[in-house]
């Protein structure tokens, strides 16, 4: 089995800045991709940022572009998540998500939650105006 443990959420004011961490344990798995989804209550669940594993592309859901940055380090199975400038719309519980590498990877975006094995249990983040 693979866990996600995330961390690094809490309470912020607007403007603020935050940095997430997930770290990857459990059995080994060949990664295609982590990242993160985020919900707010009463809303959807939300695609926030990914990035490939090996090539290190990333990509990030619009309303986060230009406040947000991912990153990844290989050698500890961990991903980060950069935020700045934070605003109360980015009031949710962020989600850490992998996906295992397979035949299919090539055609997934990563931007949708069902290409996602393993998700974290969620960080809460909230940001007061």
């Known amino acids: 089995q693979v866990q996600l443990v995330e961390s690094g959420g809490g309470s912020v004011q607007a403007g603020d800045s935050l940095r997430l961490s997930c770290a990857a344990s459990g059995r080994t798995f060949r990664s295609e991709a982590m990242g993160w989804f985020r919900q707010a209550p009463g809303k959807e669940r939300e695609f926030v940022a990914a990035?490939?594993?090996?090539?290190?592309?990333?990509m990030y859901g619009d309303s986060v572009k230009g406040r947000f940055t991912i990153s990844r380090d290989n050698a500890k199975n961990t991903v980060y998540l950069e935020m700045i400038n934070l605003k109360p719309g980015d009031t949710a519980v962020y989600y850490c998500v992998a996906a295992e590498s397979t035949i299919y990877s090539a055609k997934y975006t990563f931007t949708n939650s069902d290409e996602y094995d393993y998700w974290g249990q969620g960080t809460q983040v909230t940001v007061s105006s």
């Open positions: 990035v490939r594993w090996n090539r290190g592309n990333t």
